[in-house]
């Protein structure tokens, strides 16, 4: 076997490392299953969205008189809800509702016969919000849609981020790294899947130590006991192994 390896920068192409465009495709397929379910998300928020705004910019305050409230146990009341009963007037006509949700901690002062403010749909006149917890939610709604655009970005960062990663580790060796023959610290790995393993070389009689990616299965180039590898740039204590199927497709033997 002979080598006819080109000086760096190596024409290298993604396409040309074995498995590399599998893995970059599972995760585009991640990355658009990721978007698929902010797309449902988001979905179901613009109803939700839709129908807070609506109820907010029609409904009108009004008073109502507690009957009786609910509350959660006393050590459960942070950032908890209780529910209230309401007497009130909306459109001279009188309602009692029970089940109006507020926070437990408003809640904790409010007794039978107090006065609270409601938000009332003419819509819907029997279906009272508590005005401040309703503008809570509210204001929470209104901050779905910038949480579905940063859930997209994440997405696209991610794939982005995963396909820079798989050039730096998979085409940057083999384009700009130095080449280099590794003496396995002992026998190679016959597990299967991508396995590493320690080896070392010599630059300029210093012994180099490092850990070593190989795919079982695939013969090494092969120099006596000694395997072809190439360090990888930006982490100069790994190194890729480099089998003869991949050198061919490379074109560096003759």
């Given at each position: 076997?002979?080598?006819?390896?080109?000086?760096?920068?190596?024409?290298?192409?993604?396409?040309?490392?074995?498995?590399?465009?599998?893995?970059?495709?599972?995760?585009?397929?991640?990355?658009?299953?990721?978007?698929?379910?902010?797309g449902?998300?988001?979905?179901?928020?613009?109803?939700?969205?839709?129908?807070?705004?609506?109820?907010?910019?029609?409904?009108?305050?009004?008073?109502?008189?507690?009957?009786?409230?609910?509350?959660?146990?006393?050590?459960?009341?942070?950032?908890?809800?209780?529910?209230?009963e309401?007497?009130?007037?909306?459109?001279?006509?009188?309602?009692?509702?029970?089940?109006?949700?507020?926070?437990?901690?408003?809640?904790?002062?409010l007794?039978?016969?107090?006065?609270?403010?409601?938000?009332?749909?003419?819509?819907?006149?029997?279906?009272?919000?508590?005005?401040?917890?309703?503008?809570?939610?509210?204001?929470?709604?209104?901050?779905?849609?910038?949480?579905?655009?940063?859930?997209?970005?994440?997405?696209?960062?991610?794939f982005?981020?995963?396909?820079?990663?798989?050039?730096?580790?998979?085409?940057?060796?083999?384009?700009?790294?130095?080449?280099?023959?590794?003496?396995?610290?002992?026998?190679?790995?016959?597990?299967?899947?991508?396995?590493?393993?320690?080896?070392?070389?010599?630059?300029?009689?210093?012994?180099?130590?490092?850990?070593?990616?190989v795919?079982?299965?695939?013969?090494?180039?092969?120099?006596?006991?000694?395997v072809?590898?190439?360090?990888?740039?930006?982490?100069?204590?790994?190194?890729?192994?480099?089998?003869?199927?991949?050198?061919?497709?490379?074109?560096?033997?003759?």
């Amino acid at each position: 076997m002979q080598l006819a390896i080109p000086h760096a920068p190596r024409k290298v192409r993604l396409t040309q490392v074995p498995g590399a465009v599998g893995r970059l495709a599972r995760d585009a397929v991640l990355g658009l299953a990721f978007v698929a379910l902010i797309g449902a998300v988001a979905l179901w928020a613009g109803r939700h969205f839709v129908e807070e705004q609506g109820f907010t910019s029609r409904a009108e305050e009004v008073d109502g008189t507690i009957v009786s409230t609910r509350l959660p146990p006393v050590d459960a009341r942070v950032g908890a809800e209780a529910t209230l009963e309401v007497l009130y007037t909306f459109q001279d006509v009188e309602h009692s509702v029970s089940g109006v949700r507020t926070f437990a901690e408003d809640a904790e002062g409010l007794g039978k016969g107090a006065t609270v403010k409601l938000l009332v749909d003419p819509a819907a006149p029997g279906q009272p919000r508590e005005e401040r917890f309703a503008r809570s939610q509210a204001l929470r709604t209104n901050l779905v849609p910038w949480g579905v655009l940063l859930g997209l970005l994440l997405a696209g960062v991610f794939f982005t981020r995963e396909a820079k990663r798989l050039v730096r580790s998979e085409v940057e060796p083999l384009r700009l790294g130095a080449l280099v023959w590794l003496t396995p610290d002992g026998p190679l790995p016959e597990e299967g899947g991508e396995v590493v393993f320690p080896a070392h070389y010599f630059r300029q009689d210093v012994k180099m130590e490092v850990r070593a990616r190989v795919r079982p299965g695939r013969a090494p180039v092969r120099n006596g006991t000694k395997v072809l590898a190439a360090v990888v740039p930006r982490e100069p204590g790994w190194a890729r192994v480099i089998d003869q199927d991949l050198a061919g497709v490379l074109g560096w033997l003759r």
